[in-house]
């Protein structure tokens, strides 16, 4: 990696993100437009030849609930706050109308089959790594859950990307063992610590980063790390928030993002943006017209600079080279 690298990765979810925190009645017309906004997404890929790691949730692999009782796994995670529970929270919500809310195969063989695409994982089941109550065992036949439905696929996991970016160095061994080259880590800054147990701080800090601060979140290949013998570690540089009808709130976002880009294309450094795909159910139209703008800017410095684009597996593969 000798020239810039932009990385995108998308923490692709739909209810299952979000289960413990809203009530699905309210997120239905969210979720629907979200479905709808992924082929969109995935045409200014294609226009603009970017490369991305959509990290999925496992239960989005099922068709039906059926299905997804079928492939419970025999160890589940026994949280002290069972609300974390998807399998508590999924026996609840059963029903034909949430289905889509919950399983999305047709759209993960969408993605499957698009250029420059990788399919990771977000774990089985939105797994919590840090809250009290799980364990290893818990983890490990959630993991294989995910590695094993993916196969029905034909796709071989490579990247993951911890629920809520709780990362349990603790699990990476597993993770290694299974396959797992790539793990997405959180900028090496205190807001972005311990995010489990999130201070009031943390989240101004995080919330004013957004909009303004020093160019900070690129970085050197470099610091692409091994965790664990052949596991790489990416950090994450800036998560692009949903747009937001507060014009001065979201010219400065979309400035430090273009202004974070060319600085990663000058100093041949590692730009890594990403987001959930549900951030774009509210507003298609104006995230999507941003999102147009952010690599239209890309592909400019790609054609000036030699700037590239990367999924996490691509950076994994070209680190690991060159620290063997």
Same mark, same amino acid.
């Given at each position: 990696?000798?020239?810039?690298?932009?990385?995108?990765?998308?923490?692709?979810?739909?209810?299952?993100?979000?289960?413990?925190?809203?009530?699905?009645?309210?997120?239905?017309?969210?979720?629907?437009?979200?479905?709808?906004?992924?082929p969109?997404?995935?045409?200014?890929?294609?226009?603009?030849?970017?490369?991305?790691t959509?990290?999925?949730?496992?239960?989005?692999?099922?068709e039906?609930?059926?299905?997804?009782?079928?492939?419970?796994?025999?160890?589940?995670?026994?949280?002290?706050?069972?609300?974390?529970?998807?399998?508590?929270?999924?026996?609840?919500i059963?029903?034909?109308?949430?289905?889509?809310?919950?399983?999305?195969?047709?759209?993960?063989?969408?993605?499957?089959?698009?250029?420059?695409?990788?399919?990771?994982t977000?774990?089985?089941?939105?797994?919590?790594?840090?809250?009290?109550?799980?364990?290893?065992?818990?983890?490990?036949?959630?993991?294989?859950?995910?590695?094993?439905?993916?196969?029905?696929f034909?796709?071989?996991?490579?990247?993951?990307? $911890?629920?809520? =970016?709780?990362? +349990?160095?603790?699990?990476?061994?597993?993770?290694? *063992?299974?396959?797992?080259? !790539?793990? /997405?880590?959180?900028?090496?800054?205190?807001?972005w610590?311990?995010?489990?147990?999130?201070?009031?701080?943390?989240?101004?800090?995080?919330?004013?980063?957004?909009?303004?601060?020093?160019?900070?979140?690129?970085?050197?290949?470099?610091?692409?790390?091994?965790?664990?013998k052949?596991?790489?570690?990416?950090?994450?540089?800036?998560?692009?928030r949903?747009?937001?009808?507060?014009?001065?709130?979201?010219?400065?976002?979309?400035?430090r993002?273009?202004?974070?880009?060319?600085?990663?294309?000058?100093?041949?450094?590692?730009?890594?943006?990403?987001?959930?795909?549900?951030? $774009?159910?509210? =507003?298609?139209? +104006?995230?999507?017209?941003?999102?147009?703008?952010? *690599?239209?800017?890309?592909? !400019?410095? /790609?054609?000036?600079?030699?700037?590239?684009?990367?999924?996490?597996?691509?950076?994994?593969?070209?680190?690991?080279?060159?620290?063997?």
């Amino acid at each position: 990696m000798n020239n810039g690298v932009l990385v995108i990765s998308l923490d692709f979810e739909l209810l299952w993100g979000i289960f413990d925190k809203v009530s699905y009645e309210e997120k239905i017309d969210y979720f629907t437009e979200t479905r709808k906004v992924i082929p969109k997404i995935l045409h200014l890929f294609q226009q603009f030849n970017i490369h991305c790691t959509w990290a999925t949730v496992g239960m989005l692999f099922n068709e039906n609930w059926d299905e997804w009782s079928e492939n419970i796994p025999e160890v589940v995670p026994n949280y002290q706050n069972m609300n974390f529970s998807a399998y508590n929270y999924g026996k609840k919500i059963r029903s034909k109308v949430t289905e889509p809310l919950c399983f999305a195969p047709d759209l993960i063989k969408m993605i499957a089959q698009a250029p420059g695409q990788e399919i990771g994982t977000h774990t089985y089941s939105h797994y919590y790594c840090l809250e009290p109550g799980q364990d290893l065992p818990a983890f490990k036949a959630d993991l294989q859950t995910s590695i094993k439905l993916a196969k029905k696929f034909d796709i071989e996991l490579e990247s993951l990307v $911890f629920p809520r =970016n709780q990362i +349990n160095l603790d699990y990476l061994e597993i993770c290694s *063992l299974d396959g797992i080259n !790539n793990v /997405r880590s959180n900028p090496t800054v205190w807001y972005w610590e311990n995010t489990q147990t999130d201070s009031l701080a943390q989240k101004i800090f995080r919330t004013g980063d957004a909009y303004l601060g020093k160019k900070d979140k690129t970085y050197q290949p470099s610091e692409v790390s091994l965790l664990d013998k052949q596991l790489t570690s990416q950090k994450a540089s800036r998560l692009l928030r949903p747009f937001s009808d507060k014009r001065v709130l979201n010219y400065l976002k979309m400035k430090r993002i273009l202004g974070e880009i060319t600085h990663a294309a000058e100093k041949n450094e590692i730009y890594h943006l990403w987001w959930h795909p549900h951030n $774009f159910g509210v =507003n298609p139209v +104006n995230n999507l017209k941003d999102l147009e703008i952010i *690599l239209g800017h890309f592909d !400019n410095c /790609r054609r000036t600079k030699g700037m590239q684009s990367l999924n996490m597996a691509e950076v994994g593969s070209k680190a690991l080279k060159k620290i063997g």
